[in-house]
């Protein structure tokens, strides 16, 4: 089974502040079949610094069941390291989710370049602060 490009993605949720939106809009990505989760861990740090790692099969049931239907097949792709370094990062109070996903929308393009025996000279996601920007340089002309 080929795979489409897969990104590794971490949000931080500063003073643990968690909003209802954000699992129906990761919901329809995977619905849409835009992105396949293929990891899915959180890590926690209270207010005295300690840190706390949550695999989803760890989640309170409340949500587990946010995410269950959206993690097909947690395969442990993030390595111990990976979580170690962004949970140790976060201030006090605060949590992260990190996540590992495949762009399946990419997945035939891929196999073509397989196919093709192509190969990929780069590929590189462009910070988001760039884009903003560079279409705010675009205004201003």
């Not at 795979?3 to 809009?25: S, T």
């Amino acid at each position: 089974m080929s795979l489409g490009p897969v990104d590794f993605f971490a949000v931080k949720f500063p003073g643990n502040q968690f909003r209802g939106e954000i699992a129906p809009a990761l919901q329809q990505l995977v619905d849409s079949g835009t992105i396949q989760i293929v990891d899915l861990t959180f890590a926690h740090k209270d207010a005295d610094g300690n840190v706390e790692i949550v695999e989803i099969h760890d989640l309170d049931e409340e949500s587990y069941k946010l995410f269950e239907s959206m993690v097909v097949d947690v395969n442990g792709m993030l390595s111990e390291a990976d979580v170690d370094m962004i949970a140790e990062a976060l201030e006090p109070n605060s949590s992260a989710a990190l996540m590992l996903f495949e762009n399946s929308w990419a997945r035939r393009f891929v196999e073509s370049l397989q196919n093709a025996q192509a190969e990929v000279v780069i590929s590189e996601r462009i910070p988001r602060v760039v884009i903003d920007q560079l279409l705010a340089d675009q205004a201003d002309t």
